[in-house]
T-cell receptor, first 113, second 114 residues
Framework: KQEVTQIPAALSVPEGENLVLNCSFT??????LQWFRQDPGKGLTSLLL?????REQTSGRLNASLDKSSGRSTLYIAASQPGDSATYLC????????????FGKGITLSVRP | NAGVTQTPKFRVLKTGQSMTLLCAQD?????MYWYRQDPGMGLRLIHY???????AKGEVPDGYNVSRLKKQNFLLGLESAAPSQTSVYFC?????????????FGNGTRLTVT
């Protein structure tokens, strides 16, 4: 059974810092890995999707990397801003007809002005 | 472009009452999902559908039923609500290309069962 872990559960940093959020998974046979952002009281918004054949994806100040062999992904946020404060979740999609996602519990990020 | 729309946004039920949560998507997606999100438990899949007229059980299906009579709609029903079903419910959809298609979420329904 796939398990996805995100540690730590919460993180507080001053504005302007570059930071890395970690995600680990137990079964390396995945279709893809997705990073989501969730603001309080809202749904999840997809930030980046990395296919199993890819090593990284970039969008603006965000860069996500994937190392399938070690079961790890990182989300790099450059020059963090207070508006980046949110919960960040990673999820992996395993092969199979239903293509379900397995989610981590998320990292709650607070960027202090 | 509305994306994924969930109704209602909030609901309070008494134990034993029934209700239906509606999810509608306008992206012509094949796959639709219902998740519940609880503190400390993360997101757990309740039921899902891989196309119109099909449904399947997820990780925590007990106490829930679903229907996908139209491609754009996915309904989640609670026949006899229990306090353990107090949660935030999210609907999501994706295309039928699982390796490259991201998941699109609605804004959730916050349900309290007293």
């Amino acid at each position: 059974k796939q398990e996805v872990t995100q540690i730590p559960a919460a993180l507080s940093v001053p504005e302007g810092e570059n930071l890395v959020l970690n995600c680990s998974f137990t079964d390396s046979a995945i279709y893809n890995l997705q990073w989501f952002r969730q603001d309080p009281g809202k749904g999840l918004t997809s930030l980046l999707l990395i296919q199993s054949s890819q090593r990284e994806q970039t969008s603006g100040r965000l860069n996500a990397s994937l190392d399938k062999s070690s079961g790890r992904s990182t989300l790099y946020i450059a020059a963090s801003q207070p508006g980046d404060s949110a919960t960040y979740l990673c999820a992996v999609k395993n092969p199979g007809a239903n293509s379900k996602l397995t989610f981590g519990k998320g990292i709650t990020l607070s960027v202090r002005p | 472009n509305a994306g994924v729309t969930q109704t209602p946004k909030f609901r309070v039920l008494k134990t034993g009452q029934s209700m239906t949560l509606l999810c509608a998507q306008d992206m012509n997606h094949e796959y639709m999902y219902w998740y519940r999100q609880d503190p400390g438990m993360g997101l757990r899949l309740i039921h899902y559908s891989v196309g119109e007229g099909t449904t399947a059980k997820g990780e925590v299906p007990d106490g829930y039923n679903v229907s996908r009579l139209k491609k754009q709609n996915f309904l989640l029903g609670l026949e006899s609500a229990a306090p353990s079903q107090t949660s935030v419910y999210f609907c999501a959809s994706s295309s039928d290309r699982p390796s490259i298609s991201p998941l699109h979420f609605g804004n959730g329904t916050r349900l309290t069962v007293t």
